[in-house]
Every structure is written in structure tokens, then in C-alpha cells.
Nanobody, 124 residues
Framework: QVQLVESGGGLVQAGGSLRLSCAASGRTFSSYTMGWFRQAPGKEREFVATISRSGSSTYYADCTKGRFTISRDNAKNTVYLQMNSLGPEDTAVYYC?????????????????WGQGTQVTVSS
């Protein structure tokens, strides 16, 4: 079992940056594909980015390409989401998730473990 704890959210002005972190418990972190998702008020949860077990492969939602960067440090059991050029449309609760399968996935239902989420609010 994996427990995930996100941090790094907060209030930022449009155009600003934030780096989210997701710390995982357990010794098998490197066995999981990791993903970031977000959910804005009144909207469905949406995929943001995913990274392979080794960190060599990544995939992004179109709305975040070129602005967000996902990375991981398997020695620290942590996955990161660097977010630049933030806009009000990025306001949401951001969740990290762990998928025991090998392939990258943009589907939330393939992820088994979820964190509690961290709020990101971007003011205009």
C-alpha cells in the first residue's frame, strides 16, 4: 500500500509559479507510474500529467504543455509538479496518484492510490 501526501499549494497571482510535491510512503515508490490530476469547483476531475516509473517518460494534458513539468526523485519517494505561467483557469485542487501498471495513463480510474489534494488558487 502507498500513502501519498501533497504539499506546495497556495495562492499565487496570474503569471506566477508554484511547485507541488507529493511524498509517498513505502519502499516501492519506483514501482509506480505517478500522475497529477486536478478538480476545479463544479467540474470533473481532469488529468494533468503523468510520469513513468524511472522518470524517463512523461505525458501532459494539452492545457498544461509547455507550462507544467512533472518529475520524480525515487530516492526521496517524491513526485513534483512545477507549474509556471499560471492562470485563473488553473485554480483547482491538485491530486497526485499512483498506478501500479507500467504504462502511462491519463485515466483516473487506472490509478489505485490517491493523495488528499492540495489547493491551488490563481488570482487574476
Amino acid at each position: 500500500q502507498v500513502q501519498l501526501v501533497e504539499s506546495g499549494g497556495g495562492l499565487v497571482q496570474a503569471g506566477g509559479s508554484l511547485r507541488l510535491s507529493c511524498a509517498a510512503s513505502g519502499r516501492t515508490f519506483s514501482s509506480y507510474t505517478m500522475g497529477w490530476f486536478r478538480q476545479a469547483p463544479g467540474k470533473e476531475r481532469e488529468f494533468v500529467a503523468t510520469i513513468s516509473r524511472s522518470g524517463s517518460s512523461t505525458y501532459y494534458a494539452d492545457c498544461t504543455k509547455g507550462r507544467f513539468t512533472i518529475s520524480r526523485d525515487n530516492a526521496k519517494n517524491t513526485v513534483y509538479l512545477q507549474m509556471n505561467s499560471l492562470g485563473p483557469e488553473d485554480t483547482a485542487v491538485y491530486y497526485c496518484a499512483a498506478d501500479p501498471k507500467f504504462a502511462l495513463s491519463i485515466l483516473g480510474q487506472t490509478y489505485v492510490y490517491w493523495g488528499q489534494g492540495t489547493q491551488v488558487t490563481v488570482s487574476s
